[in-house]
């Protein structure tokens, strides 16, 4: 079963597609000014990956799905277990995450396997680095994010800078 707080419709500002956020149940990062820190109080719903996947899917506006809203690398396996499904059934997904990339890739390594459409907006919310740069349609809140678009594991880079 997946854990989450909440699916938030038709998101436009978040990936570079329109897509279904999927929020995470916490983040221990507690960074200053979290636009995000009003979710923790939110009920932890449950659902299996397939069930979550049919709600965004119904909606035939969505391309695909956004890991966002807390931190989903406190939660790896469901993470991927969404990826997972998401990517089988042709939706693209977006991971929002404030660690590092090779933080990330080190706590949730098997991330290299999975192979679609996928995204990977990276980096620690710093209120005192606005930048408000744009990647792929995607605002980062300060200049130290960025966004990665993940390829194959038989490629050079796991990941290509954009």
């Not at 939660?75 to 990517?87: F, G, I, S, Y």
Request: negative net charge; contains cysteine.
């Amino acid at each position: 079963m997946i854990r989450y707080l909440l699916i938030e419709e038709e998101r436009f500002e978040d990936a570079p597609f329109v897509g279904a956020l999927v929020c995470a149940i916490s983040c221990p990062m507690n960074c200053k000014n979290c636009f995000n820190k009003h979710l923790k109080g939110l009920e932890v719903k449950k659902a299996s990956a397939e069930e979550i996947v049919d709600t965004i899917k119904r909606n035939p506006f969505h391309e695909g799905m956004i890991l966002g809203g807390l931190e989903w690398s406190e939660q790896p396996d469901e993470m991927l277990d969404l990826a997972r499904e998401a990517v089988s059934r042709d939706l693209k997904v977006m991971i929002y995450t404030g660690l590092t990339i090779e933080q990330f890739l080190h706590k949730v390594p098997d991330i290299r396997d999975l192979r679609g459409d996928i995204y990977l907006k990276y980096g620690a919310y710093h209120h005192d680095l606005p930048g408000y740069r744009s990647r792929y349609g995607v605002q980062l809140a300060s200049r130290n994010q960025k966004i990665l678009q993940y390829r194959s594991r038989e490629e050079e880079y796991w990941f290509r800078a954009q």
